[in-house]
């Protein structure tokens, strides 16, 4: 699709599972950002990535999470040893080069943690 | 901190007057601000932008203002359409060569517009 593609849409996990939520960004779009979105409020930026190369993970809240994009494309984010707090939706974006970008969304992932 | 504020976090406006939508925000640096809207269970889409060069742009029904002194930036649609009715998101964001550009969001304003 043409779009930013988030898989799986909702995901259900019990306290300490680990999880893996998948990102497949606009074809040719060389940055990739994951947000956490809590209900009711805005999306808060977790890690941000430039082709393969992580450039920033100032916003992953804890060492528990985890992103890779190894060719460059598409991405995970990996939560370990889940809590009930990680509940949230989890949005990835993408965006083409130069300066000031729009980033482009994908419907998220809704993640609960029973 | 929250660098991007929305106060108003709801607003209802009947169908072909102005929608009025306000952001504030705190941190001087920022050079580029979008706007959002986003309805239930999809995510946000992106609506409109304006560089800090500018103080306005316009795109159809979209204006968005931008008032550097006051850090204060506004959405305004005209004429408003039920199918406007979502929820509003204001962005902004400052670009490192080196990291890129993080956006920082408002908590959002639900607009709903009055058939």
């Known amino acids: 699709g043409a779009g930013v593609s988030q898989s799986p849409r909702y995901k259900v996990a019990k306290r300490g599972q680990d999880v893996a939520l998948r990102c497949d960004p606009i074809?040719?779009?060389?940055?990739l950002f994951w947000y956490q979105q809590a209900l009711g409020q805005g999306p808060e930026f977790l890690t941000y990535?430039?082709?393969?190369?992580?450039?920033?993970k100032s916003g992953l809240p804890s060492d528990r999470f985890f992103a890779e994009r190894p060719e460059g494309s598409v991405s995970t984010l990996k939560i370990q040893r889940t809590q009930q707090e990680d509940s949230a939706v989890y949005l990835c974006?993408?965006?083409?080069?130069?300066?000031?970008?729009?980033?482009?969304f994908g419907d998220g992932t809704r993640l609960s943690i029973l | 901190d929250q660098q991007v504020k929305q106060n108003s976090p709801s607003l209802s406006v009947q169908e072909g007057r102005i929608s009025i939508l306000n952001c504030d925000y705190t941190n001087s640096m920022f050079d580029y601000f979008l706007w959002y809207k986003k309805y239930p269970a999809e995510g946000p889409t992106f609506l409109i932008s304006i560089s800090s060069i500018k103080d306005k742009n316009e795109d159809g029904r979209f204006t968005v203002f931008l008032n550097k002194s006051a850090k204060h930036l506004s959405l305004h649609i005209v004429p408003s359409q039920p199918g406007d009715s979502a929820v509003y998101f204001c962005?902004?964001?400052?670009?490192?060569?080196?990291?890129?550009?993080?956006?920082?969001f408002g908590t959002g304003t639900s607009l709903t517009v009055i058939p």
């Open positions: 990535f430039q082709n393969e190369a992580q450039l920033d």
């Open positions: 074809s040719g779009h060389v940055s």
């Open positions: 974006a993408s965006a083409g080069t130069g300066g000031n970008q729009p980033q482009h």
């Open positions: 962005a902004a964001s400052f670009f490192w060569t080196n990291t890129g550009n993080q956006f920082y």
